[in-house]
């Protein structure tokens, strides 16, 4: 069972445009992180967001933790080549300990120039 | 400062045979995990160690897997004996876990081919 629901599953988008991704739950999570992962590579954290209804801002990426702690988004303005990658939401359940992570299904995103 | 190292890089073995990959983490890291990834899908969870002791380990298969965690530093994964359904990417990530949130460092990934 992945308690972590990611959509879309594929996003294929040009070079300047607006995408968001979605990471959804039933379950409540004690903070929600995400990374992005290239191939050949492992994850690498670009945010972590702790408190219900959080907003963070990097650069042109948007994140967002839904105030009951079940969900999160990821918004990245005027989308880039170098954005390309894979995109996976994680963290540990409310239930399951502090420092278990769970990832999401992810969101493979391609840029095309 | 060195990232985790994860070896080998690649493995291709027959069904049926055992494999062990190894993963060291970054110095100073108490909390050390093994992740499986399928192809374009997210890690899943096999074991988690704070120091050497194993804290969660329900996901990992203990038929055919098993792993342990040396002076709490270096870790080794075995798998004996392989199936095909094993084939994925075997990630070690590690976390200096204090407060309520940590950060998790990943290797590179060792990719398992059963044949």
């Known amino acids: 069972t992945q308690l972590l629901e990611q959509s879309p599953q594929f996003l294929s988008i040009q070079e300047g445009e607006n995408l968001t991704v979605y990471c959804n739950s039933s379950?409540?999570?004690?903070?929600l992180q995400w990374y992005r992962q290239e191939p050949g590579e492992g994850p690498v954290l670009l945010v972590t967001?702790?408190?219900?209804?959080e907003v963070k801002k990097l650069k042109r990426l948007t994140f967002q933790f839904g105030d009951a702690r079940k969900d999160s988004s990821l918004h990245i303005t005027a989308a880039q080549p170098g954005d390309t990658g894979l995109y996976l939401c994680?963290?540990?359940?409310?239930?399951?300990?502090?420092?278990?992570?769970?990832f999401g299904t992810g969101t493979r995103l391609k840029v095309l120039a | 400062e060195a990232g985790v190292v994860q070896s080998p890089r690649y493995k291709i073995i027959e069904k049926k045979q055992p494999v062990a990959f190894w993963c060291n983490p970054i110095s100073g890291h108490n909390t050390l995990y093994w992740y499986l990834q399928n192809l374009g899908q997210g890690p899943e969870l096999l074991i988690r160690?704070?120091?050497?002791?194993?804290?969660?380990d329900s996901q990992l298969p203990k038929d055919r897997f098993s792993a342990e965690r040396l002076k709490g530093v270096d870790s080794t994964l075995k798998i004996q004996p392989a199936e095909l359904g094993d084939s994925a990417v075997y990630l070690c990530?590690?976390?200096?876990?204090?407060?309520?949130?940590?950060?998790?460092?990943f290797g590179e990934g060792s990719r398992l081919t059963v044949l």
């Open positions: 994680a963290g540990p359940p409310s239930t399951s300990g502090t420092y278990k992570y769970i």
């Open positions: 160690y704070e120091n050497e002791e194993a804290v969660d």
């Open positions: 379950s409540v999570f004690s903070s």
């Open positions: 967001v702790v408190t219900g209804g």
């Open positions: 990530a590690s976390s200096l876990t204090f407060g309520t949130v940590g950060e998790l460092f």
